[in-house]
Every structure is written in C-alpha cells, then in structure tokens.
C-alpha cells in the first residue's frame, strides 16, 4: 500500500506539474493577445478613417461632378449664342458691302464692321475652345467619381475583413 501511495503521490506531482506548464502557457497566450490587440484595434482605427475619408471623396467628386454638368449646359447655351454671333456676321458682312459702295465718306464704317466681323470669328472660335474643355472635363470628373466609390467599396471591405479577424482574436 505505500508503494501505491508513492505511485500516486509521483503521478499527483505530474499532474501538478504539467497543470503549472499549462498555466504559464495560457498567461503567454493571454498576453500575445494582448499585444497584438493594440495594433489591430490602431488597424480597424485607421480602415475606419480610410472610409470615412473615402466617403467624403466620393460626396466632394459628386458635387464636382454636378458643377461640371452645370458647365457643360452652358457651354451649350453658349454654342446658341455662337449661332447668334455667325448670324450677325453674315449681316455684318451684307452691311459692310453695301456700306463700301457708299463711297468714302462710309469707309470708316465698313472697316469697323470688318473688325467686328473677324473679332466675331475669334469670340466663336474661343467658345467652341470652352465647349470643349468642358465636355473633357465632364468625362474626367466622372472617372474619379467612378475611381472614388470603388476606393470606397475596397475600404469598406478591408473593415469589415479586419471586424472580422479582431472578433477571431477576441473569442481566442
């Protein structure tokens, strides 16, 4: 019988051991964890930041966007007012020829109507310029709208994937 109380006491000794080891393991662990709690939670911080940065982007290109539609309508309106100007050159024109066979006296008068009529030309060729510049600026306003909401998209699910990983890490 005292050889088993031995066998026992030497296997109550084991166990006490190994139940001690496996203690000072689960302190390791619980400490990792908590190391890399910080971090993660400075990660999930700064996604969080990211996205909310991002949505802001999106709100600012949209707007844009909508100022630049506003641009390229008046740029519209102001090709009609081209139309207008190409109008009264021609009548500038007819006038100018008229004026000439009035002789000298009306001289003056036919080259300022000439002026006009080029400086017309000029106004007509700078409108069509900002019609243009408008219509390229539309398109590149769109496309960072377009780039912005998928910056978004991609910001949203690295948030998530990280709300995800720290819910992991905590129920560890």
């Not at 003056?108 to 243009?132: F, H, K, M, R």
Request: proline fraction near 1%; glycine fraction near 4%.
């Amino acid at each position: 019988m005292s050889a088993t109380a031995e066998e026992t006491s030497s296997q109550s000794a084991t166990v006490a051991a190994a139940s001690e080891e496996a203690t000072t393991n689960v302190q390791t662990v619980a400490s990792a964890t908590e190391e890399l709690s910080s971090p993660i939670q400075e990660i999930t911080r700064q996604v969080a930041e990211s996205a909310k940065v991002t949505r802001s982007a999106v709100s600012e290109s949209e707007m844009a966007n909508n100022k630049v539609q506003g641009l390229e309508e008046a740029a519209t309106k102001i090709g009609s007012i081209s139309d207008t100007i190409r109008s009264v050159d021609e009548i500038a024109s007819t006038i100018a020829a008229a004026v000439e066979e009035q002789g000298a006296s009306t001289q003056e008068i036919s080259n300022n109507i000439q002026q006009l009529s080029a400086a017309s030309d000029e106004v007509n060729i700078n409108i069509t310029s900002v019609s243009q510049a408008a219509g390229e600026t539309g398109t590149a306003a769109g496309q960072v709208l377009s780039s912005a909401k998928l910056l978004s998209d991609e910001s949203n699910k690295l948030k998530t994937a990280v709300e995800g990983f720290m819910e992991k890490v905590g129920a560890a």
